[in-house]
Every structure is written in C-alpha cells, then in structure tokens.
C-alpha cells in the first residue's frame, strides 16, 4: 500500500515563471491538503480539496491554486513565483468519511522549490 | 488571526532527561493533533486530541490537552537519541482549518 507520493522532489525556477507540483493521496483517502513549510517553520496550510473542490483555504493569494482529479490526484499551481516562495511543499492526505472530528493526515515527502 | 504559539523553541537535552513542549493558542481549538518531524524528512501524525483535559500516552510519550481546549503539551520521559527531531503541535479551528505551531526541535547528547 503506497504513502502519499509527490512528485517532483526538487525544482529550481526562477522569478515570475509558473510551477506544477503533484500529489497522489495514499490508498482509501479523498481529501488532498497542500502545506508551504519555510525552513525552521510549521507547514503553513494552504488548502485543502475534497470532491474536487476547493473546500478551505489559509492565507496565500490567487498566485496560488489546485486542482482534484476524479482519482483523487492533486495538483498545486503557483504563478509569477517570488524569492519568497522557496520552501518545502507537503501534500498531505486524510479520509473525510472518518469521524467528522477524526482526520488524521499522512504526509508526503514533500516538493522542495528553490526560486532563483 | 488565529494562532499557535509553541515554546520552546529549541530544547537541548542530555540523554535520559525529560522533555516537554506546549503549545497555546488564540482561540479555542476543537481538536489537536501532535506530529514529529526528523530532520529531512515529512511531518508524521502521533496522535490526536480531542476532549476537553484528555491525557494520552504513547509508551514514554504524554499528551495533554487542556480544560479551555486552548493549550496542550507533550512530555518525554527519559529521552533516547531516537526522540531527535522537530515537535509540531496543529490545532483544528471551528472552521476546521489546522494551524501548526512553530515547532520545537530537540536534540540530544548521547
């Protein structure tokens, strides 16, 4: 049975281009939330999606944006990156079906962005 | 906005000694998860929280949350160099929204 996989492991992009990071939830899970964790910081939850759908989201501007594929797949979307947007990206996957209180998340191992 | 707070920091312990975190937030939470994270590696889930003054354990591992659901605390007994890493508290908002905390790293001398 496979973890949560993210792909691709490292990046290199310089200012003002576009990155596609990919997500696939481990087996049996249908929510896929993304996480930017800066070096020495707590993940900073970015959003989470479920049916496809964008359900919550934290505080990171438009730049920022998803995607839920039928087969529960995730991909996150930045535009016209900036210096600061260097991080680790986590995706990170739970079950909605759980208690509704219960949603324990397994991580990836992340998407290491460097912007240039 | 809302937040939580995680002290310390950092922690530096010699093998053997106790060890504890906590972590405070803003508003009150409905549940709080704590997670280790090894150097290099991806946040992995301990445990979850959710009743007002629950105490869990994990072997050498206690959790704590609080009465007001507004604090919490992990505690180590008797450290082992394997309890190196980086301790995040994440607390879910009303809103269902997860904040994490700072994190706390420890390291240990053997």
């Known amino acids: 049975d496979a973890g949560v996989t993210q792909s691709p492991t490292h990046l290199i992009k310089t200012r003002g281009q576009q990155v596609t990071l990919r997500c696939s939830p481990k087996?049996?899970?249908?929510?896929v939330s993304w996480y930017q964790q800066a070096l020495g910081q707590g993940p900073q939850f970015i959003f989470q999606?479920?049916?496809?759908?964008?359900?919550q989201r934290g505080n990171f501007p438009d730049r920022f944006s998803g995607h839920q594929f039928p087969n529960y797949s995730s991909e996150l979307n930045v535009n016209a990156l900036l210096l600061g947007d260097s991080a680790l990206y986590l995706c990170?996957?739970?079950?909605?079906?759980?208690?509704?209180?219960?949603?324990?998340?397994?991580f990836g191992p992340g998407t290491r962005l460097t912007v240039l | 906005g809302q937040q939580v707070m995680q002290i310390p920091q950092y922690q530096h312990v010699q093998e053997g000694e106790d060890f504890t975190t906590y972590c405070n937030s803003s508003?009150?939470?409905?549940?709080i998860q704590w997670y280790k994270q090894r150097p290099g590696g991806h946040p992995v889930f301990l445990i979850q929280?959710?009743?007002?003054?629950e105490v869990k354990k994990q072997k050498r591992l206690t959790f704590q949350f609080g009465e007001a659901k507004k604090n919490s605390s992990l505690h180590i007994t008797a450290t082992q160099t394997t309890d190196v890493g980086t301790y995040f508290c994440?607390?879910?908002?009303?809103?269902?929204?997860?904040?994490f905390g700072s994190g706390t790293r420890l390291s240990i001398r053997p």
């Open positions: 508003t009150t939470l409905s549940n």
């Open positions: 929280l959710v009743k007002s003054g």
């Open positions: 087996s049996g899970h249908d929510t």
């Open positions: 990170a996957s739970s079950s909605i079906s759980g208690t509704p209180l219960y949603n324990e998340q397994f």
């Open positions: 999606y479920y049916e496809e759908e964008e359900r």
């Open positions: 994440a607390g879910r908002t009303s809103a269902s929204k997860i904040i």
